[in-house]
């Protein structure tokens, strides 16, 4: 790893300016190229959506492998995860967008898995009552971004534990207290939940195949910082008779605070943060207040213009609230000839904000009707668990 001083990414903790490349190559992760993009973009007879084309997602594992059962006839099922402690900031929702759109252009089964039980082991002052209310309302929130109600489930741990527990059993003999130790760092006062977690976390990438009795295979788009818990997963699984699941892998959103910092439920630092929840006042006040890449003065500004790479706010403009390429060249080239100021910038984002959060906030009133329809607590009728947990014999898993 680089010196401690300069950035560290774990699923538990981000600091520091983070150099992507170079987290890249520490990870053992591919490129996405455009060669795989034109792929990708062609097998879906689409466009691709803002944070492929833009950079945003970077990185892989065995996209290809995706992409080439899919052009076999193949199918092959989206998962990803949120730890309910708080409400989603708009950084939460990039993999859920992403899976979205997955789900619209190839009509692939969606597995979303609400962990309220992994963040009551990881902050042990968050009461699990809280954890789990937590957990419902940031699911409205995702569903409410558009997912096909009869193609969406839900692993909602405290209450799905009756149908994920046999499986992870399996996984769980499989991985070594060393292991566990040496990917995340625990220290000796790591409680015995937080180490179980990654059993728990794979259960969804192998369950589809467990429950048909044939290999399935999964894509589980990410932040990058989450991929030690799937390296884990990807060394165990052909083991176990699956495959492994791939990975697309997203760099983290910057915090609205300045670019050594990222988007957080984590500490006090609400204002790093723009939060669904927000009120259209806090929205601008955070919005005002957040860093940008502008120059000292309105004169120097126009002459010299600014560096959107640095500024929180075209971060925000990167990632979601300029959708269309026109708008966001014309954004990004204006800031930096100086024909755009920030405060100006500034204003545009903060309606463009409040005008998502609201319908935000009408969707997922309407998810919450069917939200419960969603979550998985038991084993599907006549499935014995007792079977042996492994793919039809002789089947390919790689």
């Not at 692993?155 to 499986?167: C, K, N, V």
């Not at 300029?322 to 800031?335: G, L």
């Not at 204003?347 to 609201?358: G, Q």
């Not at 906030?361 to 668990?385: H, Q, Y």
Request: proline share 7%.
């Amino acid at each position: 790893m680089p010196a401690k001083e300069e950035f560290t990414v774990t699923p538990y903790e981000v600091t520091g300016r983070i150099d992507y490349a170079r987290l890249r190559e520490l990870f053992g992760t591919e490129d996405l190229t455009p060669a795989l993009l034109e792929r990708l973009r062609t097998a879906a007879g689409r466009p691709l959506p803002p944070s492929v084309e833009r950079g945003i997602y970077y990185s892989h594992r065995d996209l290809g492998r995706i992409l080439d059962a899919h052009a076999a006839g193949r199918p092959f099922f989206l998962y990803s995860g949120r730890g309910p402690s708080g409400p989603l900031h708009t950084s939460h929702l990039l993999a859920f967008e992403l899976s979205k759109w997955f789900q619209d252009a190839f009509g692939a089964e969606m597995w979303i898995e609400i962990t309220d039980d992994e963040k009551v082991w990881a902050k042990t002052d968050l009461p699990r009552s809280e954890a789990y209310r937590w957990g419902l309302d940031n699911l409205a929130d995702l569903l409410a971004l558009g997912f096909d109600p009869k193609k969406t489930h839900v692993f909602f741990d405290t209450r799905s534990i009756g149908a994920m527990y046999p499986l992870a059993v399996d996984v769980a003999r499989k991985i070594p207290y060393s292991t566990a130790k040496a990917v995340f760092g625990f220290p000796p006062s790591t409680n015995v939940g937080l180490v179980f977690y990654t059993a728990l976390q794979t259960v969804p990438c192998f369950y589809p195949s467990w429950i048909q009795g044939e290999p399935v295979l999964c894509l589980i788009p990410c932040g990058i910082d989450q991929d030690p818990h799937f390296r884990v997963t990807r060394d165990l699984a052909e083991r176990l008779g699956y495959p492994k699941p791939a990975l697309l892998h997203s760099q983290m959103t910057q915090g609205l605070l300045g670019p050594d910092r990222v988007m957080s439920t984590t500490g006090d630092q609400r204002d790093n943060a723009l939060f669904v929840s927000d009120t259209p006042k806090e929205v601008e006040r955070k919005l005002k207040k957040a860093f940008t890449g502008g120059r000292a003065t309105v004169e120097e500004q126009r002459r010299l213009g600014a560096n959107p790479e640095i500024c929180s706010v075209w971060a925000l403009w990167r990632s979601k609230f300029a959708p269309e390429r026109a708008e966001f060249e014309k954004i990004t080239q204006d800031c930096r000839s100086g024909a755009l100021l920030c405060g100006d910038c500034k204003s545009m984002l903060i309606d463009r904000v409040n005008s998502w959060f609201a319908g935000q906030s009408a969707r997922k009133e309407k998810a919450r009707e069917w939200a419960e329809s969603t979550i998985v607590e038991t084993l599907p009728d006549g499935f014995d668990p007792r079977r042996g947990g492994t793919p039809a014999a002789g089947v390919e898993t790689r």
